[in-house]
Each structure stands twice: as structure tokens, then as C-alpha cells.
């Protein structure tokens, strides 16, 4: 069973930088895409980004190239970082996993963590 | 960007009953369409991938329908756990997109 887990300051202070971790269990990061999404209060969901362990990424260009994805096979992690924060970028944020790259549904999801800026 | 436009916005109906929700796309995008539900305080819960497939252990009361640019879910017979949120996505271009989602509620 895949599991996946974020992790990260749920408080951030508005022009600053947003940092979050997602651990997977169950699922080697090699095989798939990971992905972040986030979900503002009452709102829809906004992808943000994907990153693959061969280095492959993309963003969502509505976020300006605010955003730096990583990844960590040794600790089984990857992470996100949004640059120059606002209280727009308050949301839950959740970490996610699509399998291949012509198959972009997320079918496994993190349990997701709410970050405020103020 | 693909505009995803689902409706209605919310959806009353009583349990037993069927349920339809509707989501329209931008442009077309084959059937490169997913389905998710959400319960308040949960990450979504892929339903239906591919426009018709039933993620693995999806109930066969969930079918979706459609190609180009609209798609339908019918929940067939309303269960208690069914009254959630759903959200259509599109994943033949970049960015991926979702639509602003279909409340079910209990009428």
C-alpha cells in the first residue's frame, strides 16, 4: 500500500519561502511522477507541480516561477519550495503520485497539511 | 489553460436516488478525464480515470461517461457515504486543471 506523507512548517510569514516534505512509503520515487496540489479554504484544487527522479519537472505557470521541486531517493522524499509568499498562498497542500507520464491522474494522495502565511 | 466547468455547483438528492454530475472542458481533451471525491478533512479519492475506468476498488454504482469536451458521473444509487464533493480533472494538456467541483448533499 502506498502511502504518502507531508510534512513542513504550517506557519509562514508572508514573503518568505514555503518548505514542505513528502515521505512515500510502500513506492520507490524511481518509477513514478510526484506531484504537489493545493486546495485554498472552501476553494478547488490548484496543481502547483511534478517532479520525475530523472530530473523532469514542470509547474503550474499561473505560480511564476515561484516554485522548486526536489527530490530525495536516499530518504525515499521529495519536496517543494514556493519563494515570495502571500496570504493568497494559504492552503492545504497536498503531496500526490501519478504512475506515467501520458497518465497524469493522481491516484494516491498525502493526508495534506495546512500552511498559513501571516 | 484548460477551463474545467463542472454543474451544477451543488446537488441535492436523496438517498437511493441517482445522481448526475456534469463537467465541461475548455477544448477537447480525448479521454484524458479523472474523477475524484472528497469528504471534508480528506485528501480526494480517485474515482474514474480515463473518462469510464473504475479505479481499483471504486463501486460499480460510479460510472462516468463522455469524450471531447463533456463528461458526466452518474452515481446510481445514492449511499450515505456517496454526499461528498466531486471534481472532475484534465490531463491532456499542461497545467493539469480541475473543475470547481459538484457538492452532494443530502435532501
Known amino acids: 500500500q502506498v502511502q504518502l506523507q507531508e510534512s513542513g512548517p504550517g506557519l509562514v510569514k508572508p514573503s518568505e519561502t514555503l518548505s514542505l516534505t513528502c515521505t512515500v512509503a510502500?513506492?520507490?520515487?524511481?518509477?513514478?511522477?510526484w506531484s504537489w496540489i493545493r486546495q485554498s479554504p472552501g476553494k478547488a484544487l490548484q496543481w502547483i507541480g511534478y517532479i520525475h527522479k530523472s530530473g523532469s519537472s514542470d509547474h503550474n505557470p499561473s505560480l511564476k516561477g515561484r516554485v522548486v521541486m526536489s527530490v530525495d531517493s536516499s530518504r525515499n522524499q521529495f519536496s517543494l519550495k514556493l519563494d515570495s509568499v502571500t496570504a493568497a498562498d494559504t492552503a492545504v497542500y497536498y503531496c500526490?503520485?501519478?504512475?506515467?507520464?501520458?497518465?497524469?491522474?493522481?491516484?494516491?494522495w498525502g493526508q495534506g497539511i495546512l500552511v498559513t502565511v501571516s | 489553460e484548460i477551463v474545467m466547468t463542472q454543474s451544477p455547483g451543488t446537488l441535492s438528492v436523496s438517498p437511493g436516488e441517482r445522481a448526475t454530475l456534469s463537467c465541461r472542458a475548455s477544448q477537447a481533451l480525448s479521454s484524458k478525464l479523472a474523477w475524484y471525491q472528497q469528504k471534508p478533512g480528506q485528501a480526494p479519492r480517485l474515482l474514474i480515470y480515463?473518462?469510464?475506468t473504475r479505479a481499483t476498488g471504486i463501486p460499480d454504482r460510479f460510472s462516468g461517461s463522455g469524450s471531447g469536451t463533456d463528461f458526466t458521473l452518474t452515481i446510481s444509487t445514492l449511499q450515505s457515504e456517496d454526499f461528498a464533493v466531486y471534481y472532475c480533472?484534465?490531463?491532456?494538456?499542461?497545467?493539469?486543471?480541475f473543475g470547481g467541483g459538484t457538492k452532494v448533499e443530502i435532501k
Open positions: 480515463g473518462a469510464s
Open positions: 480533472q484534465q490531463y491532456n494538456n499542461w497545467p493539469l486543471t
Open positions: 510502500g513506492a520507490s520515487l524511481t518509477n513514478s511522477y
Open positions: 500526490a503520485r501519478f504512475l506515467e507520464a501520458g497518465y497524469r491522474y493522481f491516484d494516491y
